[in-house]
């Protein structure tokens, strides 16, 4: 694609914003839960199970989060395809900004499978469970709610870890490529 054009600056204008907000709703997200909501729920002492259904089935916060991470992902794809020339410029790959570029892409693939995977798996779990034993559940079901509760928060972690490396090498590659180049 030609970039110089104003059709492709367009293309890429959009593209970025596209990858840039659905970025900070995904990674915002996850540190927000992870590291102040989670914490606060825990040191409060409230039944942290009603806040965790609530959040997982009445909240919308199960159907935003694939959507922000489908589309950062596609968007931050079609933007490497872009400035890789269709992945086949092995200059640009090879350069100093290439490179960090890339390992932020592996970060952010890996944050994309593990949240569709792992995270995803078990949040379809925890709302099919939630939606069978409804608002009160005996203590047998508690315990699966509470066991699934915790895989989710420390999946929540993972890819709360993952997409921050990944958001740390692609916004550093301009400035991080240079002084790869350079040694």
């Known amino acids: 694609m030609d970039v110089s054009t104003a059709g492709g600056a367009v293309f890429i204008t959009v593209f970025r914003l596209i990858h840039i907000i659905a970025g ?24 942290t199970s009603k806040v965790m ?5 009445k909240s919308g916060f199960d159907k935003l989060m694939p959507i922000v991470a489908i589309l950062t992902t596609v968007a931050g794809l079609v933007l490497y395809w872009v400035v890789s020339d269709g992945f086949s410029s092995v200059d640009y790959m090879r350069s100093g900004q290439g490179t960090v570029l890339g390992v932020g892409v592996v970060f952010g693939l890996l944050a994309f499978g593990h949240g569709f995977a792992a995270l995803g798996g078990q949040s379809r779990k925890y709302i099919k469970l939630v939606k069978e034993v409804g608002d009160d559940p005996n203590s047998e079901q508690q315990d699966a709610l509470h066991t699934l509760e915790k895989k989710l928060m420390l999946h929540g972690k993972i890819s709360m870890w993952l997409s921050i490396i990944a958001l740390f090498f692609m916004a550093g590659a301009r400035y991080m490529g240079p002084l790869i180049s350079m040694g």
Not at 26 to 32: D, E, F, L, S, Y
Not at 53 to 57: I, P, Q
């Open 24 to 47: 900070v709703i995904w990674v915002g997200a996850g540190i927000t839960l992870s590291m102040y909501i989670e914490p606060a729920l825990k040191a409060s002492g409230v039944d």
């Open 53 to 57: 259904r609530a959040l997982y089935t």
